[in-house]
């Protein structure tokens, strides 16, 4: 039988657009100490150190060689994983798997991502097939096609992405580490913000940051000895998706619809929307975060729009999504999985300070997001 496996320690670092204060390695340290203390351990009692980045934003290879003063890895056992936008939350998934098997106690696992050295734009048109490159014109270009569909199958306006944005920003100024602390007061910010490409402005798509996140994982009977709250990893989810497919409409059902099925029916989800507490969902755009509440079930297909507009997505509402400000406030893509997952886990122990949820969380999921639009998904709990 696997062992049981607890989230004890959470780190992020400061994120900004530029950090040329510090280096990789000095940047992550950030993050991996905060998550040290969180743990009441020093680095000793860590037995292995995975990091999670995209080598192409960051500029160089094999990054975990070179972040070895800054991660702590030197002399333990580790890796480091690299799968696109998802890395951050397969990071910390194949540190619950190192932990579940039996193999190590105490697993340190960091996403990070120094994007001010980099292309993030050159290096998402360069991995993609050249059909599917000129088509979509990049990420912001799919995303753009994508809030077109949507508008088109639904009552969706251009207020309503505006509404998401706005509730992003507010969340976001109550997080001293979120990155885009913009104090937007009205739809008419996000509206005079430039266009990207129609009906995507500025102001509806995710920044490019710099930062780390650290999360502590340990088993069951080391977690009940470290931890006063050890927050519980109850499942996960990847599933995997063409990316052609997805552009051109070739399936019919989206990686978020069957990773979402796939964990509830195994956790005896039957209502997303009451049955869980609090949701960080990995949303580039603005328009992502309304088609996500229907892809996960919290709502009915074509009516996500509908939720922000009562404001039941808002950090006081019945159905809180992304209380920290979500990607539209901070994205060092290697850690920004990452991020969704240690902000949920700090929701459920209470600990998330200005941004924490009205209502009292035990249950949230986080998910990530791939280019080739793979999902993610991690369902944490209070107790098990």
Known sequence: MANRVAIVGVGRSTQAA?????????????????????????????EAVLTN??????NFYLGDCLLVDGSGAYMKSGMKLHTGGTVGSTGSIAAFNMVASGMFD??????????????SMGTLCAAAPGEVREYVQGAIGAFAQAAVEYMHNTDAKLEHAAMVRLKADKNACRNPYAHLRLGL?????????????WP???????????????????????????????????????????????????????????????IYKRNGITNPAKDIDCFEV???????????YEEFFITEPNTGWKLIEKGM????????????GGVLATNAIGATAMLRIGEAALQIRGDAGEHQVTKDVKTTLSSGLGGTNWTTLVLLKRSL
Request: charged letters at 30%; one cysteine or more.
């Open 106 to 119: 105490i697993v340190l696992t960091i996403g990070h991502q120094k994007q001010e050295r980099g292309n």
């Open 282 to 292: 990995y949303e580039p755009s603005s328009w992502e975060e309304m088609y996500l």
């Open 313 to 324: 997505t808002e950090l006081e509402g019945a159905i809180p999504v992304n209380p920290s």
């Open 185 to 197: 007061k009205s739809i008419e910010d996000v509206a005079k913000s430039p266009i990207l490409i």
């Open 53 to 58: 980045s995209i080598d192409g934003f960051d």
């Open 18 to 46: 530029r950090r040329p204060e510090v280096n990789d390695a000095e940047m992550i340290n950030e993050a991996v100490r905060q998550a040290l203390e969180d743990a009441q351990i020093d680095i000793k009692k860590v």
């Open 200 to 262: 995507l402005r500025l102001l509806d798509f995710c920044p490019q940051s710099c930062g780390a996140a650290a999360l502590i994982v340990a088993s069951e009977k080391v977690a009940k000895k470290i931890s006063k709250k050890p927050v519980w990893v109850a499942d996960h989810e990847t599933v995997h998706e063409l990316q052609s497919e997805v552009v051109f409409g070739g399936k019919e059902e989206k990686s978020q619809q069957i990773a979402a099925k796939r």
